[in-house]
């Protein structure tokens, strides 16, 4: 079986599901719409040329193409979209963050209770092939108790987009919620407890200050350090960082446990490389009692590679996806509440870092 996909959205991240999706086999891209016509055309270029455009997802809707649907669009869309596609039954596949704010990620919740098909949040960096090795160590009790985790993302700035929406807070919701949201996801996924109480320290600096878009000047935060404590006693520490092109790592993940420590260390994309060129991601184990430091290389496949910039976690997240759709019964691995869990750290973030207080969360 084949499954047609429809994609509301199809900007420089709609471009990488694309690739993916047709790399990845048994999957067929039908139908995209976006109200922007040069990224319609390139995108039904990208599918192959068979695909049909529409400048209106509702539209899309009732031609009723598809048997997947993904939400690709602008953040703040997010929520008017989803709140149409859940009335349709059919799986979906929402990119990060589910919303803006917590409260509209609340509402969604609410509504797709006891909804027979699947939503899945596009948490992918969960799929990392190193991350899920990490996870794996993790398991098997490589690194005994974990309790301490750190992740630092060193890495070029926000790219251009069409409208230049992801230059505004009030459209992604904050930079600690727009881009970091993975980085909460990835702390709950791997720690396995939820989230009581946030700090961050962040500002703008040096990214965008001169730009003005419409005379307006852009509001994200181009830097950040968070801290995070978790109900199990665990705490978790991002440092971020949006202008530091040429990085050789882009992500440090890092774990320690009484027993040892596990570090993923993974290149960014190769287009934004010093050399330009595909490297393989890294997992380290260093442990307390032997001193013994054990190096393993992970390898993905180059056309992974080269189908997005997110180190092949797109594909494998698809793939798995695919294959909960294909098998028509079964709960997402990223559920709608764990894109609420992101966007409540997310949005205690930019509201720690901008008033200074350390923020409680709760569901």
């Known amino acids: 079986m084949v499954l047609r996909y429809g994609l509301v959205g199809s900007g420089m991240m709609g471009q990488e599901h694309i690739r993916n999706l047709t790399l990845l086999g048994g999957c067929e891209v039908t139908a995209i719409a976006d109200p922007d016509e040069g990224m319609r055309r390139l995108s039904v270029e990208t599918a192959g040329g068979a695909a049909r455009a529409f400048s209106d997802y509702r539209e899309m809707l009732s031609a009723d193409l598809c048997d997947v649907?993904?939400?690709?669009?602008?953040?703040?869309?997010?929520?008017?979209?989803?709140?149409?596609?859940?009335?349709?039954?059919?799986?979906?596949?929402?990119?990060?963050?589910?919303?803006?704010?917590?409260?509209?990620?609340?509402?969604?919740?609410?509504?797709?209770?006891?909804?027979?098909?699947?939503?899945?949040?596009?948490?992918?960096?969960?799929?990392?092939?190193?991350?899920?090795?990490?996870?794996?160590?993790?398991?098997?009790?490589?690194?005994?108790?974990?309790w301490m985790m750190s992740i630092r993302e060193h890495r070029f700035p926000f790219l251009p987009k069409v409208g230049d929406w992801n230059r505004f807070n009030e459209r992604t919701g904050g930079t600690l919620t727009e881009k970091c949201c993975h980085f909460w996801d990835l702390m709950r996924y791997t720690l396995q407890s939820d989230p009581v109480r946030v700090y961050a320290s962040g500002a703008m600096d040096v990214n965008h200050v001169d730009e003005?878009?419409?005379?307006?000047?852009?509001?994200?935060?181009?830097?950040?350090?968070?801290?995070?404590?978790f109900a199990n006693g665990t705490r978790g520490m991002l440092d971020l960082c949006m202008f530091s092109e040429g990085a050789y790592w882009q992500e440090k993940i890092c774990v320690t446990g009484d027993h040892a420590r596990i570090e993923a260390k993974v290149?960014?994309?190769?287009?934004?490389?010093?050399?330009?060129?595909?490297?393989?991601?890294?997992?380290?184990?260093?442990?307390?009692?032997?001193?013994?430091?054990?190096?393993?290389?992970?390898?993905?496949?180059?056309?992974?590679?080269?189908?997005?910039?997110?180190?092949?976690?797109?594909?494998?997240?698809?793939?798995?996806?695919?294959?909960?759709?294909?098998?028509?019964?079964?709960?997402?691995?990223?559920?709608?509440?764990?894109?609420?869990?992101?966007?409540?750290?997310?949005?205690?973030?930019?509201?720690?870092?901008?008033?200074?207080?350390?923020?409680?969360?709760?569901?």
């Open 69 to 146: 649907l993904m939400v690709i669009s602008p953040n703040d869309t997010h929520y008017p979209i989803m709140l149409d596609l859940l009335e349709t039954g059919k799986p979906i596949l929402c990119e990060k963050p589910l919303c803006t704010t917590s409260e509209h990620c609340r509402d969604l919740v609410r509504r797709a209770e006891g909804r027979a098909a699947p939503v899945w949040v596009a948490m992918e960096y969960r799929y990392m092939p190193p991350m899920q090795r990490l996870v794996q160590e993790m398991a098997e009790g490589r690194i005994g108790r974990p």
């Open 212 to 229: 003005l878009y419409g005379g307006r000047k852009p509001d994200i935060i181009d830097n950040a350090f968070v801290t995070v404590d």
């Open 267 to 363: 290149p960014g994309p190769s287009r934004f490389s010093p050399d330009g060129q595909e490297r393989d991601a890294e997992v380290v184990i260093s442990e307390r009692a032997t001193k013994r430091v054990t190096k393993e290389v992970i390898h993905v496949p180059n056309e992974v590679l080269q189908a997005g910039d997110h180190h092949g976690s797109t594909y494998f997240q698809h793939q798995r996806f695919r294959d909960l759709v294909l098998a028509g019964h079964g709960t997402p691995e990223v559920t709608l509440t764990d894109g609420l869990w992101s966007v409540i750290v997310g949005e205690a973030a930019e509201r720690s870092a901008r008033t200074g207080e350390a923020i409680a969360v709760a569901l």
